[in-house]
């Protein structure tokens, strides 16, 4: 049931596509040149990209540290581009303008899909706990009229739920056929946005085979659920992120935290561009950040959202 308050339409883009298999990991994995994705070994593309030292799942890494400075060129890389060209990975030639978008309303979140797991909702339930923590939003449970789903699917099930999604609305349905078609997309995201210029998330999908098991699942669920949130961009050069094609880390990192923390501060707000953002980011970081990042990284966590914010968005949505 949709809000009758609320013009869904599909965001100007798809956020982030992602989880792109390298072409040289593609050869060693694909049983052919077109193979659906259960013809797709990815557990030999995790085994591969943990050989190398890739999907790192410490998340407040000594060998990585980053100054406000870097938190601001990195939020305006993440959250304020996107591909101009989803095919490829993010990059400063293939980038273009985005305005901010982020949700304003409760989210109310459900996982779905006959390959899901009790260890996947005990992740999702903790790691949307986080989430609540970090926008400052309700972020709830729902059996009913959910926001943001969760999609974990067998191969068997995937005509139907195309069909549903093709019904609720066709870009849905779009994104979910370009995802099933493309194994050598592993997990993606999208969302829907309200009006053509009020920039507000009000739904989000996520898009996650049963092929996909073990940590490779779980490094999926933190990025394509947070790319959901408004952080929909990849970069080559944001480090430490899961926001970053390499892979080099698995779960969502303390820069992330800080990304998402900064995303839903309530002195930016939907639709600003990228100077206005940043010009708002460089007067707030000194006070929500006054290290700058020096010191132990463990301890740099993000500031607690004022809870004003969160009385607003109840009352909002009452």
Request: proline share 8%; with cysteine; net charge neutral.
């Amino acid at each position: 049931m949709r809000d009758p308050a609320i013009d869904p339409v599909p965001a100007r883009r798809r956020r982030r596509v992602a989880r792109f298999l390298p072409a040289t990991v593609t050869a060693l994995i694909l049983a052919g040149c077109a193979s659906p994705r259960d013809n797709v070994d990815y557990a030999a593309y995790e085994a591969a990209l943990r050989a190398l030292g890739d999907l790192r799942t410490d998340t407040a890494p000594v060998d990585a540290p980053f100054s406000n400075e870097d938190l601001v060129r990195n939020f305006a890389r993440i959250a304020l581009r996107h591909e101009a060209d989803i095919r490829l990975a993010g990059s400063e030639s293939n980038a273009a303008p985005n305005p901010l978008q982020r949700w304003e309303r409760p989210i109310r979140y459900s996982l779905f899909g006959s390959a899901a797991t009790l260890r996947d909702m005990k992740e999702v339930d903790g790691f949307m706990g986080r989430i609540g923590r970090l926008t400052g939003l309700p972020v709830v449970p729902a059996t009913t009229a959910p926001n943001l789903i969760v999609l974990i699917t067998s191969s068997e099930e995937r005509d139907a739920v195309q069909a549903a999604l093709n019904q609720h609305h066709p870009a849905l349905g779009r994104s979910f056929a370009l995802w099933r078609s493309s194994p050598e997309i592993v997990c993606a995201a999208t969302n829907l946005i309200a009006g053509a210029n009020r920039h507000e998330i009000v739904f989000g999908l996520i898009m996650i085979g049963e092929e996909v098991r073990g940590l490779l699942r779980q490094s999926c669920l933190h990025e394509e659920i947070t790319q959901a949130l408004g952080l929909g961009n990849d970069h080559p050069a944001v480090r430490p992120s899961i926001f970053n094609d390499d892979e080099e880390f698995a779960l969502l990192t303390l820069h992330d935290q800080w990304l998402i923390r900064l995303l839903y501060d309530q002195r930016l707000s939907p639709g600003m561009t990228e100077r206005e953002a940043v010009d708002v980011l460089r007067r707030i970081l000194p006070d929500l950040r006054p290290s700058g990042g020096a010191g132990d990284p463990r301890g740099d966590l993000p500031p607690p959202h004022p809870t004003t914010r969160i009385d607003r968005v109840s009352r909002s949505s009452s």
